[in-house]
């Protein structure tokens, strides 16, 4: 089934996927949980079109690639281009929605891609390694430094953040992207993701949520 961006009213929103653009380390706690030293400059990543799936009705893991973490994250839907380093103004204006998301990565492929200093893609871009749930419209969070994100998996908490924890907040964080490559419509930002990651299983029942505007169920198939 091929993924459409869609808003929470089922509504399809009329961008072509794009590019999933990835901050890594962004929430100083998370960094510490894996052992990696905060960055001084943005890590940025890209994870392809190829590899976003829908949240609703439930979604697969590659179970035989070894340990597969969930990562939490609000994922930034972009509607208009922005290059050149854009201003605040710009950035805003080009935000289409908000919605709560998973960075899937392949752990024990990435810490050895990381071991070896080569790139992640192996262990991040894999088919079904970004599953994104529809968006609510900008306007439902008309202050990005206070967009609360939670995942619940069986019952348990796992991961509760808040966008005023970023390292780098959103809008200086899509500028600083926008300075590094051009963002399209329909291109996604994963803003990063909170402490409490871990793997995730086959029948793992999960509740996603951005306070006070989206909750969705799903399960791990
Ligand atoms: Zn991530």
């Not at 919605?99 to 990565?105: E, G, I």
């Not at 990005?144 to 348990?156: A, F, P, Y």
């Not at 996604?188 to 006070?212: F, K, Q, R, S, Y």
Request: net charge negative.
């Amino acid at each position: 089934m091929s993924y459409q961006h869609k808003y929470i009213d089922g509504t399809n929103i009329h961008f072509p996927l794009g590019k999933v653009v990835c901050i890594g380390r962004n929430y100083a706690e998370h960094a510490k949980e894996l052992n990696n030293p905060v960055p001084t400059e943005p890590l940025l990543f890209i994870k392809p079109g190829s590899c976003v799936v829908g949240l609703e009705g439930g979604f697969a893991i590659p179970t035989e690639r070894g340990s597969v973490h969930y990562e939490a994250e609000i994922a930034v839907l972009i509607g208009k281009p922005l290059s050149n380093n854009p201003n605040r103004e710009e950035v805003l204006d080009a935000i289409s929605g908000f919605a709560p998301a998973l960075d899937l990565t392949l752990r024990d492929k990435q810490a050895e891609l990381k071991s070896q200093g080569l790139p992640w893609e192996i262990a991040k871009s894999f088919d079904g390694a970004a599953v994104i749930a529809p968006f609510v419209v900008s306007s439902t969070y008309p202050d990005v430094t206070d967009i609360g994100i939670r995942l619940t998996i069986n019952g348990e908490v796992r991961q509760d953040g808040n966008s005023a924890l970023m390292l780098n907040p959103i809008i200086p964080m899509i500028q600083h992207m926008a300075g590094c490559f051009s963002l399209q419509a329909g291109d996604v930002i994963l803003t990063g993701t909170p402490a409490g990651v871990g793997p995730l299983n086959v029948g793992d029942e999960l509740v996603l949520e951005l306070a006070g505007g989206t909750r969705f169920e799903s399960v791990v198939r």
